[in-house]
């Protein structure tokens, strides 16, 4: 713990880095906390309550600023930094990555193939809670699944919270901001929850890393991250895509193979 | 009286302009008679075909969807179609997810030689559609706001 505050303290200090991205303490849990100068490192933490994806703020330029940035990095928002930086979104020399192991030790990390490495260690694992729901909407039939997500899905208020939580949503203009055409309806309405929900699944086919933030975000507690892990379960099968890292042979959605195999193309 | 009564399937079918387009007017200029029940809206490839536009036909009223362009390795483009099967491919599993029919939309190769494919092929999900029934879920769902029903 302290160890970080130190590493942090010194980064600061010696001018490396602008600010020290990490967490401190809030009024329920852990928040996400941007450190700015070298006397409030003493509020950092680290802890399992740590939960937010700092990842997000990193496709963020008018929050980062121009100089060098660090940032403290869960497993989650680690693996979320290597897809991020597969897809060309994040500067290496602008970034200083940390990371607090359970013996409490910092890492700094010397660039993103270093952290691939790390993670080689860490699989990533679906909470059991999850699998169970997963398997249990499996084993519904359609009917029931329909009513499943209609039911769940008539509670969002369309916040976008899930859209901001999300690290690999970064695109600037998000499809439901486009209003010519109107692909989705903005006011909250069964038929659009739904259609919003599918089309952030497809954009994140592929890419999601599953760190749950979305579902975790969600205020009225829809489990949405169900539908990027059931993907995620499905493109591993018929792509070969591991789950929680990036896919070398390039984006499911914009690669192809002419030998790709389907069942129901007539 | 059968026929008043008799259910009609309303199907949209979203076609290549290279292949399937030119296979439904190969069926045409060959005479062969078929089902009238379903829409064309041609498209300049298959890999144009979003997703959202199938969603769109549902939320319209379609009751079924036939979705058509060239055979692998025939696209005009080259690799169109590569792109929209790999896009099926994971729609498919993520509509089936979500409880959405997948029966309803039909997907399918046809040459712009295939006329006679053509017309089996719309025959067919024709009967299919018949069978299932108008697809009220998601009209329910589609048509919430505008027949302000109560959502218990």
């Known amino acids: 713990m302290n160890k970080l505050i130190e590493k942090a303290t010194s980064l600061l200090q010696e001018g490396v880095v602008t600010k020290v991205i990490g967490y401190e303490e809030g009024t329920e849990k852990p928040r996400p906390f941007f450190c700015e100068k070298a006397e409030d490192t003493s509020k950092l933490i680290y802890n399992s309550r740590c939960i937010n994806n700092l990842a997000v703020y990193l496709t963020k330029p008018e929050l980062l600023g121009t100089g060098k940035v660090a940032v403290v990095a869960t497993l989650p928002t680690l693996r979320s930094i290597v897809q991020l930086a597969f897809e060309n979104q994040l500067k290496e020399d602008k970034l200083v990555i940390l990371t607090v192991t359970d013996s409490e030790e910092v890492i700094e990390f010397a660039g993103f193939a270093e952290i691939e490495t790390y993670l080689k260690d860490f699989k990533l694992k679906i909470d059991q809670k999850e699998q169970d729901l997963i398997d249990k909407l499996e084993g519904m039939s359609k009917e029931e699944r329909w009513t499943f997500w209609v039911e769940e899905l008539s509670q969002c208020f369309k916040c976008y919270a899930c859209r901001a939580a999300c690290p690999m949503c970064y695109c600037t203009r998000c499809v439901v901001e486009v209003n010519c055409p109107q692909w989705v309806q903005p006011w909250a309405s069964p038929l659009g929850n739904i259609e919003w929900q599918i089309n952030r699944a497809m954009h994140l086919a592929g890419r999601c890393t599953g760190c749950g933030s979305c579902a975790e975000a969600c205020p009225v507690g829809i489990p949405i991250d169900l539908l990027t892990r059931k993907m995620m379960e499905d493109l591993g099968e018929e792509f070969g895509v591991v789950p929680g890292q990036p896919n070398k042979n390039g984006n499911v959605l914009s690669t192809f193979k002419p030998e790709d195999k389907e069942n129901f193309i007539r | ?152």
Not at chain 2, 6 to 26: H, M, Q, R, S
Not at chain 2, 79 to 86: E, I, Y
């Open chain 2, 1 to 152: 009286m059968d026929n008043i009564t008799e259910f009609e399937p309303k199907i949209v079918a979203f076609v290549c302009n290279w292949c399937t387009y030119a296979g439904a007017d190969l069926t045409g200029t060959s005479r062969l008679k078929y089902a009238t029940n379903f829409k064309i809206i041609r498209f300049p490839c298959t890999g144009r075909i979003d997703y959202m536009l199938l969603l769109k036909a549902f939320a319209e009223g379609a009751d079924g969807i036939i979705v058509s362009g060239c055979h692998p390795n025939d696209c005009h483009y080259t690799s169109g179609n590569f792109h929209a099967r790999r896009r099926w491919v994971v729609f498919r599993g993520l509509l089936d997810f979500f409880g959405i029919d997948v029966r309803r939309i039909c997907f399918s190769w046809v040459s712009a030689a295939e006329g006679g494919k053509w017309a089996d092929l719309v025959n067919s999900t024709v009967a299919e559609i018949r069978e299932l029934g108008a697809y009220k879920e998601y009209q329910k769902v589609a048509g919430y706001l505008e027949k302000e029903e109560c959502n218990e």
